[in-house]
């Protein structure tokens, strides 16, 4: 399993963004937090920039076409795209995780 973060700078984009990719079943589950601060330097300013993550969670064969869609479908000209593997997953978790998405809630 994997988990990938990117940041939005509002949250109806990032819970848009949340319920499509898991209605497509390239994410098992996508959550939003925030607000958040975030501070970063572009153009040679530092800038400070409330925004919402969100963490979205996937199956190793969703992540190729989890990541197209997101950037792809992403507002910022540089998002944020962070992927980390998952070291460990509960077994019943990941079983959920791994179901048809035919069997998930629309």
Not at 67 to 78: N, S
């Amino acid at each position: 399993m994997f988990i990938a973060w990117t940041t939005l700078a509002t949250r109806t984009d990032a819970e848009k963004l949340a319920a499509e990719v898991v209605s497509l079943g390239l994410a098992a589950c996508a959550q939003v937090e925030g607000p958040i601060a975030s501070f970063y330097t572009w153009q040679g300013r530092l800038e400070r920039t409330e925004e919402f993550r969100l963490c979205l969670k996937c199956l190793s064969d969703k992540l190729p076409a989890l990541e197209i869609h997101v950037l792809g479908h992403h507002p910022y000209d540089t998002p944020e795209w962070i992927v980390v593997r998952a070291e460990r997953v509960g077994e019943k978790y990941l079983s959920w995780a791994g179901a048809s998405p035919t069997k998930w809630p629309l």
